[in-house]
């Protein structure tokens, strides 16, 4: 394994999504991410995190200013809050990730909120509007956030069915950036900085990302992310030929449907002939 | 972030919601207040629990006289009432939020009520009616309310499946105060009071405002809440173009929806040209 | 507030509900009592309460011989019978409101039954029938209810899906008294006497309730409760303006439906012109 | 109230269930009872515990040998076996109701066995053969019936949709004994001993009851249980008109629906004219 | 009762179904027995568990080489493999049943599998390949299964709805043996051992048998289990006609729908004229 | 049962999946393992595990390298990472498998991931990016992997509405490897190396498979396992009559469709004559 830890989070941006979140930040406003899988939000919040908090950062994996929650459908606000533990002779309280954020001003981040349980969403309505407080009903007490506190969320508007359940009440209180695939120039750079490919395979594999996605328009709704065609790129690097390298890491992990996977292949002729 | 704290939160009133309330809080009967997402309801509450107990609050943002519990649907009577909790030698009795505002007197403020689970609905029966008892079924306690007890609910009638859920046995409990967004030239006070955008922005942010809520009448249900439009003030103020802020704060935050977008982009064309 | 704690619970007699209530209670029959939203159920048996065991009652709001269980789709069994709890060095058991009331030879009250969970229902089948006995799984233990013991239940036969939920195992187990809305002259008494507005005012109030329940044969189904119309009759002895009361005690406490609404003051432009 | 204990439970015998009963016991067969609400299935159990067991009873309300569980949907396998408890120093085992039957040797009656819970239902398949075992899975034991237990189960055929969830493999476990209401000879010779009515009275209203359970036939499915026409009896005996008291304990009691009362009332205008 | 305990359980064999148990348990192959309800598979396990081990067993009823559980949809895994309890001074570990079998070394016969809850299912994967190996994740233990060891499960194939619940990944782990009710004249001889009845009656019922197991081509799906055959010899032998016998023992408890009864009633009168 | 124990797991590779799961290895890409049920998805895991680990080894059926999990519905978040225990004087904390096998560097393979509840699968996405930790909540750690960790998961494409479950979000984290069942010549060697059946036995019964494994283009969907092959050849290698030990070890564990058995008997005829 590389030793890519311990510098600055990699993230190339793609429009003024950096200027707005530092404005948005001067001001305190909760920030939603929005975009498909795998296009980078999670790389840019670690970046912002890095940006916005230069002395207190120990390594890219383990950042001080940055606690990401990833959300699924058992996350409690208890989960997010703190619960009480029983020791040896009572109980004591443990904070929660968002608790943590907020007495310790980081930056706390929901991935994919909508996943959470609904406790969960209405829990961080008084830390997103001008009251800043997170009431911890367990024991009575109501915090004030941190001044360096912020909350970020994220959500893949491509899942349609989900949508739905980030309610009005809550989605009226974010700003939100919108983030797409990069374009095939700058994810060819992305590609060969990840992995140790040379830049005539990270082109190409960044030409097949992008017309993989434009399969969108013809019913394939996923899109490949990034990240497989790095992983394409590192099986590369370890000597498995591209075209198996593209199979395994690409069109099977993308698909199970024998269509589909025939289409891919017919794009991996094009551009791996 | 602005020192905006520690003075009397700011309401203007639109009509003759401020009266009424006196009048009901005279004869302590429960209110009930119903409007869409972020119209003003939680202002207003804050505004009479600074204006009925002049000499109780702390700040604006920790008000002595008002208890809020955002109602979600897991929150439980337990949750509301209170629990028994471990100590080192013994199990002791925690207050939860409406047993401590019956006790002490505060305005308890359910918000969202109908998202709160059936148990936490009925318990206020006879907190409403003129017993004025809330009974702790796990303390075998019957308490009688403090005489500066009230209790106060919201709900936004736009949610159509939700309203069924509010029984009339609950409904018919409560002095109902209606609510929507302030007139334009309101707003824009409110704006700039809120942001430190010049007059100029807040009156055209507080026209598109209206001019959006206007496409409620073709289909577009959610209308803008004043706080997405303050956001935009925000960025504005912090040094983003009018346009750029108005696509992320507001644009960007209302709607996934290609054809909506456009229509929201049409009208800041006419606002903002 | 008005001192109107301390003496018997108010109750006008519509019909012959009294007399077959104390021939019911001479014999211990469990009593059923049907009828819409605030009709009076919830005061008739507390003035039956009052009447019946005289020289137990300490106060209005606070009734040694009635015990009131607000029932709802989260109140179990050991709701209502009792639980252990853990003490400092062991547990103890503390007895649920049903165990009370079938120890001290109380009333109890379950109103809106249909709410309950089933095993609820089910606990009180041995309560009423010859064996008067309350099983405590939990104690082992099988008490004989106290001579004065008496269960009542109510429910709301307007609620038609809830309606099929009483099995009628449970219903053929009670004598059922009918309730509905007191007629005009009477209702205009009840108005007078529980706020201090004058005669005409509660008169024209008591017209105003009978008209709006006179929709429900025109598809309005709740009717409106004399609870609000003496909320209206409050909000007019405190200053506001009759029309201001009706719409914010009644109207919007009715219904969200413009059509309805629209309906409500044509009734109030007779009513109050 | 009067005293009526302590005597042996009053059952008049329709068919032959007495025979095939103590023949089913004499094998320990297990028994099935069927029939419709309130036909008299719970008085014939304690009728037979009283007669098989006469050396055993204390009161008529107090069967040493019967154990009675009505079932509900939340009854678990744990309710009836038993469950460990937390005592001062450690835990401690405590039986539930069919495990004391299991070892006293009582008869355990399982009332309306198809609400409860699935687990409870398997629970009593290896009682119910040649090995006559409770696997006690908590504690680990298998207790071996005492030589006089029984297991005897009822379920109400009329309820459609329940009954297929009495699964074959359960149903074929069980002798199954069928009842139906008295015929009206014997009724009014039940009516008239178990409340204080006249003769004449008795008869009119066995003659209601069986016309009013003829009208299952014309899809009124539930038929008037012999405890309401004891009920109006009682009424009557207490000084209330007959019509009055047939109102409140039969019609009332048996429907909200406006139709099926007034066909009720016509019966009764016939039989009490 | 008769003292039918303490010998080998007794079992007709139909076809070659112990050869090839017993070839399946030389490999230690597990093993699914199939077939409708009663028609002998628990009693066929009991045989082989006792002709296995021929030395280890106690009593009829108490087969220290078998341990059955019989399935539910609440048994979870942790019924299966054991809990924690909470003693005087500290916590300690009692194994379940199926943890009992792995280590003894006994027959652990899992009763209509397809009723448990899925993480129930998944459990027995590692005891059912080349591993032989129970984790216990609550102790962190991986129990090498006993060299006696076999794993057995059961169920009802007829039960469409159900059946598609044994995943084929688990079903394909299992040799299976199928069971049918045996044909009459083998049927008439284990009535006759079973109870006192006569040869004649014997033969009667076990025709009659035959003939209601026909009606399953008919529509007629359950079938009769060889059990309640037996319980109707048994009411015989104690005295109850013959007719009476059948009905209560079979007609009544195969069926609530009088059509379905009358077609048995008609068979029982060619059986028994 | 022979002593096949304590050497190398036997797995007869079909194409470059060797290759392919070493080169991710080498970039600790997670892998995806896909194939229908007992195509030897877990012996490949474990003949890898075997492989990248030489030196670790205890026996083959206790690989200290190899962490299995059998997901299911009700396997949560806690099962996998850990949860405290209460001892005699205080609670610990006990690692669950996940967390096992993060600590120690082993593969964590978790078989038929989509079964898990929905937690789990989130739980995964920071140990299968660039980050590689493991949030542990109720302790408040974050555990960064040890540098041998791998996560392994498999699912079935066959089952297609499970499919759908594993979202993309969790998809595109994985390099994808295919399983499919071995070609006849390579089955018969396996078949005959894992039972003690003769070559031309083997050669015949891998002939079968893949002749019932054609009837997928007929609609019989299932397959059969190579497991289920050899279960046959153990029968027949216990002297059990082929086309006997076929019908229990391989008709009836496919299936209860008299159809499909007929079918599968057909092909049974050919084969073994």
């Given at each position: 394994m590389s030793a890519k830890t311990d510098v600055e989070p990699f993230y190339l941006p793609i429009g003024d999504e950096i200027e707005v979140f530092t404005a948005a930040y001067k001001s305190r406003l909760p920030v939603l991410l929005k975009g498909p899988?795998?296009?980078?939000k999670t790389r840019f919040i670690e970046h912002m995190a890095w940006r916005l908090f230069p002395?207190?950062?120990?390594s890219h994996s383990n950042l001080q200013s940055l606690i990401t929650v990833s959300c699924?459908?058992?996350?409690?606000a208890t989960d997010l809050v703190g619960r009480y533990l029983l020791d040896q002779d009572s109980t004591f309280w443990q904070d929660g990730p968002l608790t943590r954020a907020v007495r310790s001003g980081a930056i706390c981040y929901l991935d994919?909120?909508?996943?959470?349980?609904k406790d969960t969403t209405v829990l961080i309505h008084s830390l997103t509007d001008h009251r800043r407080l997170l009431p911890i009903d367990k024991t009575g007490e109501v915090l004030q956030a941190h001044e360096s506190f912020l909350l970020v969320i994220s959500y893949n508007p491509g899942y349609q069915s989900i949508l739905?359940?980030?309610?009005p009440s809550t989605r009226q209180r974010f700003v939100s950036l919108v983030f797409d695939y990069p374009p095939p120039e700058q994810e060819a750079l992305i590609i060969e900085r990840e992995c140790g490919v040379d830049g005539s395979n990270a082109q190409r594999l960044a030409t097949l990302g992008q017309k993989v996605r434009n399969l969108r328009d013809h019913g394939f709704e996923e899109g490949v992310s990034t990240r497989l065609l790095i992983y394409a790129g590192e099986l590369i690097d370890n000597g498995i030929a591209a075209r198996t390298a593209i199979e395994y890491a690409i069109v099977q992990s993308l698909t199970d449907d024998p269509e589909v996977k025939e289409a891919l292949n017919s794009i991996a002729d094009i551009v791996f002939p």
């Open positions: 899988t795998g296009c980078g002395d207190l950062q120990v699924h459908e058992d996350l409690t994919e909120i909508v996943e959470a349980r739905k359940d980030l309610k």
